[in-house]
């Protein structure tokens, strides 16, 4: 399995926005996706408003890569959050059990 955690962090003055399409939007698609044994959302927080996460655990690279093509390694933009998003970052590790 691999587990994928993905990182953002919101323009300044963005991060309500970002927030209401981080739970309308991105969780529900996740949570649906073919492909994701478990998906874990991380929203912001006091000490980090402007910070929100994934970590998601895909079933192999290969559903992984189904879902957003042989470039894995870099991070796949839904339109609705490219003006609201100053940064993002992805790793990718093998899940140890």
Do not use: C
Not at 24 to 35: E, F
Not at 72 to 78: A, F, G, L, M, R
Not at 80 to 87: D, G, T
């Amino acid at each position: 399995m691999i587990m994928r955690i993905f990182q953002v962090v919101t323009k300044l003055g963005k991060e309500k926005e970002f927030g209401e399409f981080f739970h309308q939007t991105a969780i529900p698609l996740m949570r649906k996706t073919d492909g994701i044994i478990q998906v874990l959302p991380g929203a912001s927080r006091a000490d980090s408003p402007r910070e929100f996460s994934f970590v998601m655990v895909w079933r192999d690279l290969d559903a992984l890569k189904h879902f957003v093509g042989d470039d894995y390694q870099n991070s796949h933009i839904d339109p609705a959050e490219a003006e609201l998003v100053e940064s993002r970052t992805i790793k990718h590790y093998d899940l140890v059990d």
